[in-house]
């Protein structure tokens, strides 16, 4: 079976530091993999996919980057974190051209101080 | 993306009682998923439709894919204290791409 893991599960950063969250997927090949970033007002926001190995797509722009180094890592970063780049962030995968089902990882606790 | 609304917000409910909750659009949509997120936790996707019409199961829970393609509701039968959370629908609509469309959840509180 498939499972998807986030690290790290929270961290506390202070404004202008820089970010790297990461995320792996287990049990699959070439899925597709997704950053959504929930807000205290619940809804959820894609801010990046991608479809392969160094394959990324923003959809919206931001301060904040993804990379894919690896089929099943996908990694979000930020050289200077600002307060409003606090939140929940989730990662996700779905099968590849497939992308109308996806799963969650537990997500990451980001808070900036 | 495409507007979902989501209704009930809340939802306050004992132990043993039926529930149901739905979501509606103005868009046609081609998926329509309904995902359970606890506290602190990522989103856990509990049913997931593909077909007007669609009517799946799951435990306790039933979903339906509405036939104008811009509704779905979801059912949990006799409730327990675990079902205490937040549900989401979500889906796809042909201008979509590639991200999800969420509402903005029900909150359900099941009291013993």
């Known amino acids: 079976s498939q499972t998807i893991h986030q690290w790290p599960a929270t961290l506390v950063q202070p404004v202008g530091s820089p970010l790297s969250l990461e995320c792996t997927v287990e049990g699959t090949s070439n899925p597709n993999l997704y950053w959504y970033r929930q807000a205290a007002g619940r809804g959820l926001q894609l801010l990046f996919y991608s479809v392969g190995i160094g394959q990324i797509s923003s959809e919206v722009p931001q301060n904040l980057s993804a990379s894919r180094p690896q089929d099943r890592q996908f990694i979000l970063s930020s050289k200077k974190l600002l307060l409003s780049d606090s939140g929940f962030y989730l990662c996700?995968?779905?099968?590849?051209?497939?992308?109308?089902?996806?799963?969650f990882g537990p997500g990451t606790r980001l808070t900036v101080l | 993306g495409q507007q979902l609304n989501q209704s009930p917000q809340s939802m306050f409910i004992q132990e043993g009682e039926d529930v149901s909750m739905n979501c509606t659009s103005s868009?046609?949509?081609?998926?329509w998923l309904w995902y359970k997120q606890d506290p602190g936790e990522g989103p856990v996707l509990l049913i997931a439709l593909y077909k007007a019409g669609e009517l799946t199961s799951n435990g306790r829970l039933t979903a339906q894919f509405g036939i104008t393609r811009k509704d779905s509701f979801l059912n949990i039968s006799a409730s327990i204290p675990s079902d205490v959370g937040i549900y989401f629908c979500a889906g796809q609509t042909s201008n979509s791409g590639y991200a999800l469309n969420f509402g903005k959840g029900t909150s359900l509180l099941v009291t013993p």
């Open positions: 996700a995968w779905s099968l590849r051209g497939n992308p109308d089902t996806q799963y």
């Open positions: 868009s046609i949509f081609n998926t």
